[in-house]
């Protein structure tokens, strides 16, 4: 059994991020918005942020994993604007852990989130991911 850190409900972590070139919705398949940030960016600021709230507390050998998202990525922010995100835990079952995140630029609110994780063991996780992807490729011809 894990021995999961018990995650408060409103426990959050704040993370900021400039604006770059990397970022925007050009880099992402729409050439006509290249100032613009991409929500794909957006989305992986707020992982980011959940990952680092959650993984910093677990076990050695131990990673949260993404079981669901939601997103609505409100408003636009262009380049160079900083972009705030805050994750807050809303509730924990044992390793099953509920976020919500808020994203903010210089402007206000440019979108909101939920996150569902779970922490898993990082060893049996990539063992179990191997033995699938192995035992897909039994009776495939080549």
Do not use: C, W
Not at 42 to 53: N, S
Not at 64 to 84: I, N
Request: aromatic residues 4%.
């Amino acid at each position: 059994m894990i021995n999961v850190p018990i995650f408060e409900p409103g426990e959050f972590l704040t993370i900021q991020k400039i604006v770059t070139e990397d970022d925007t919705a050009i880099h992402y398949g729409s050439g006509a918005l290249d100032t613009l940030l991409a929500t794909p960016s957006l989305v992986a600021l707020m992982i980011e942020a959940a990952t680092r709230l959650i993984d910093s507390r677990l076990p050695e050998g131990y990673v949260s994993v993404g079981k669901s998202l939601s997103v609505t990525h409100e408003k636009p922010t262009v380049l160079g604007e900083t972009v705030t995100i805050k994750v807050s835990v809303v509730s924990q079952e044992s390793n099953y852990i509920q976020l919500e995140t808020e994203a903010f630029d210089e402007e206000g609110v440019i979108g909101h989130g939920k996150l569902d994780r779970f922490v898993v063991n990082k060893t049996r996780l990539m063992e179990k991911a191997t033995e699938d992807a192995l035992s897909s490729q039994i009776g495939v011809n080549v």
